[in-house]
């Protein structure tokens, strides 16, 4: 991959480094709204060729992908746009705010020839691939707790009334297509789409979901996925049955760091104590890395089994989100 990236926020930094150890992937050139701004970056991560003007770097030859991480809003517009080109897409979560624009883009990139992936980190990462394996091992499952929690360096502006991209519904902001897609991503992943889902929020002065749970149930579970912006927590994935829990750290933020399986602790009244955890994850590279890999190898090889399952799993998160926002702005304030 020959690679063009749009935006100059912190997941571009990390993108930029992942994609930079990266077999057969190269960063050939950045993008952004201004010339001065658009070469500095260039100058920052030492590439080559800037861009300040989207159009012209869609001509480009020598970019045969484009990397979208702009503000949420953009995402389906700039996509599109790259698809017609006839650039393959890597496109940050929240992929689209609605299930019709996704299956568009998908539509355009298989008349065109390319593909289009969502950067979501989490179904790419080996830790997650043996939280699968050992699925089994809990038993009949019953709950799954999901929190990805992590205070807005914005938010105390929002509480004065000034409205950034983040807490602005105009730009497809909030907690639940910020962070808490993290989660949705994670649950839906491992079990599909739910039976059923309900999304209450916590809602601000212009209408927003500053934090919010996604209740999700199947046939035989709950799962609960809970994002926040205007608090912290520690960002944790439990999975819980009758034989024992997963405990996976991080997990919910798209990292996977840790994975431990905690046997099940019966009542205290003839039973045995709890045994002790079991740590069951590997070390991993950067996990942006992964993602990486995933894109370029099934780009490499034609891959298209691959791939279809990537857009299906994209289409069953979209189509939670959109259904959530649409609850989000039914609801009156609670």
């Known amino acids: 991959m020959r690679v063009g990236t749009i935006g100059s926020g912190v997941i571009v930094d990390r993108m930029i480094d992942a994609m930079k150890q990266t077999k057969d992937?190269?960063?050939?050139?950045?993008?952004?709204?201004?010339?001065?701004?658009?070469?500095?970056?260039?100058?920052?991560?030492?590439?080559?060729?800037?861009?300040?003007?989207?159009?012209?770097?869609?001509?480009?030859?020598n970019i045969d992908t484009i990397y979208v991480a702009s503000p949420n809003s953009l995402h389906f517009e700039q996509s599109k746009k790259a698809?017609?080109?006839?650039?393959?897409?890597?496109?940050?979560?929240?992929f689209t705010p609605t299930l019709k624009e996704a299956e568009e883009l998908f539509h355009i990139a298989k008349e065109k020839n390319v593909y289009i992936f969502e950067a979501i980190t989490t179904i790419h990462l080996p830790n997650y691939q043996i939280v699968k394996d050992h699925l089994k091992d809990v038993g009949n499952i019953r709950l799954v707790q999901c929190n990805f929690s992590q205070f807005s360096s914005?938010?105390?502006?929002?509480?004065n009334?000034?409205?950034?991209?983040?807490?602005?519904?105009?730009?497809?902001?909030?907690?639940?297509?910020?962070?808490?897609?993290?989660?949705?991503?994670?649950?839906?992943?491992?079990?599909?789409?739910?039976?059923?889902?309900?999304?209450?929020?916590?809602?601000?002065?212009?209408?927003?979901?500053?934090?919010?749970?996604v209740l999700m149930r199947y046939p035989d579970m709950l799962a609960i996925c809970t994002g926040a912006k205007d608090s912290s927590s520690p960002n944790h994935v439990y999975i819980q049955g009758d034989q024992g829990t997963l405990d996976i750290h991080g997990s919910s933020c798209g990292v996977c760091a840790k994975v431990d399986f905690l046997p099940v602790k019966g009542d205290m009244i003839g039973k045995k104590e709890q045994n002790a955890s079991v740590s069951l994850g590997v070390h991993q590279?950067?996990?942006?890395?992964?993602?990486?890999?995933?894109?370029?190898?099934?780009?490499?090889?034609?891959?298209?089994?691959?791939?279809?399952?990537?857009?299906?799993?994209?289409?069953?998160v979209v189509s939670l989100l959109e259904t959530s926002i649409q609850q989000r702005d039914e609801i009156d304030e609670m």
């Open 25 to 61: 992937v190269e960063v050939v050139a950045v993008y952004s709204r201004t010339k001065e701004k658009a070469e500095a970056y260039a100058k920052k991560h030492q590439i080559k060729k800037s861009y300040h003007d989207l159009e012209e770097m869609f001509q480009d030859n």
């Open 83 to 94: 698809l017609q080109a006839g650039k393959h897409v890597i496109c940050e979560k929240p």
């Open 154 to 159: 914005r938010y105390d502006q929002y509480k």
């Open 161 to 213: 009334h000034q409205v950034t991209n983040v807490f602005d519904p105009t730009f497809n902001g909030g907690s639940l297509m910020d962070i808490n897609v993290y989660c949705l991503h994670f649950v839906t992943g491992l079990f599909g789409s739910p039976l059923s889902s309900q999304y209450i929020a916590n809602k601000g002065f212009n209408g927003i979901d500053t934090s919010g749970v």
């Open 285 to 316: 590279k950067p996990h942006m890395v992964y993602e990486c890999e995933a894109f370029q190898s099934i780009i490499e090889n034609q891959d298209l089994q691959t791939y279809e399952r990537l857009c299906d799993h994209t289409c069953e």
